[in-house]
């Protein structure tokens, strides 16, 4: 079973600019910088609550990223005995277990059921610094995944790498699920849309817990940035929501319900 879920994985064009707006608006912590020089890609990690977020970004010579989330990150005490069991289990492996492209640990890459990308990663030394809450935002409220094959995602997340279901609500009137899992204090929501067009990325999206949607989506509305109006949450409809397109076009979640825990 993993350890912890660890962080989000994004591709940036711009790391330099990226890191100015997580920390500006969410009060990211910056933790440490990376350099991969394997695919000349630098990188950071910053921590937003209990969880981290690294962004990557690709040294191409065109200059060209092609930015979004690209995966999830578990860390496990014992890679290659994870790995042998996931394979026992009929889970094929991307990556097998090697030194990281950074020098620190060692990694090793997976797809979920629906072909989403999942990182198991062993490290002696663990990144995360403690982490206060700003003005604005409490912290990570969730990953997203769109999942075709939901129970197919539900038993891989629960009974192979030890999430808890937390909440399964469905909404008869557009064919569609939400159902998030815990491993620990840290959400995974699956998104499931009968009628979806699956060529589109596994990956979804990043919500964060916010002390006040309108506040929040105002300000950076002023700075400039593309912000959704705020709305009710779907199905749940205990708090607001708005999206905010990142520097990158990455979408961000900004949520001021109750947290999952409390429902």
């Known amino acids: 079973m993993i350890k ?5 994985s994004m591709n940036v064009q711009d790391i330099r600019k990226t890191l100015s707006f997580y920390t500006e608006f969410f009060g990211a912590v910056f933790v440490r910088g990376l350099y991969i020089p394997g695919g000349h890609t630098a990188g950071a990690y910053v921590q937003i609550g209990s969880n ?52 620190s640990g060692k990694i090793a890459f997976l797809r979920d059921p629906n072909g989403a990308s999942v990182e198991l990663v062993e490290r ?20 997203s995944i769109y999942s075709a094959d939901l129970k197919g995602a539900i038993e891989f997340y629960t009974k192979t790498l030890g999430f808890n279901m937390l909440r399964h609500v469905r909404d008869e009137g557009r064919k569609f699920d939400m159902v998030y899992l815990n491993h620990g204090i840290n959400i995974l929501q699956l998104l499931h849309f009968e009628e979806q ?4 990325p596994q990956m979804g999206h990043m919500g964060l817990l916010v002390k006040d949607t309108r506040g929040l989506a105002k300000k950076l509305s002023d700075a400039g940035y593309t912000v959704s109006d705020p709305k009710p949450l779907a199905v749940l409809n205990n708090g607001l929501v708005a999206t905010v397109k990142d520097p990158n076009g990455i979408a961000v979640e900004l949520i001021d319900r109750v947290s999952l825990f409390n429902v």
């Open 52 to 103: 981290m977020v690294e962004f990557l970004s690709p040294l191409s010579p065109d200059g060209k990223v092609e930015c979004g989330i690209t995966h999830i990150a578990f860390t496990t005490d014992n890679i290659e005995a994870e790995v042998y069991n996931l394979i026992a289990g009929g889970f094929k492996f991307d990556i097998m277990p090697r030194i990281a492209g950074s020098g």
């Open 197 to 200: 067009n699956w060529d589109a």
């Open 4 to 8: 912890e879920f660890n962080h989000i």
């Open 124 to 143: 002696a030394e663990s990144f995360k610094r403690e982490w206060n809450s700003n003005d604005d935002v409490l912290g990570i409220d969730h990953a």
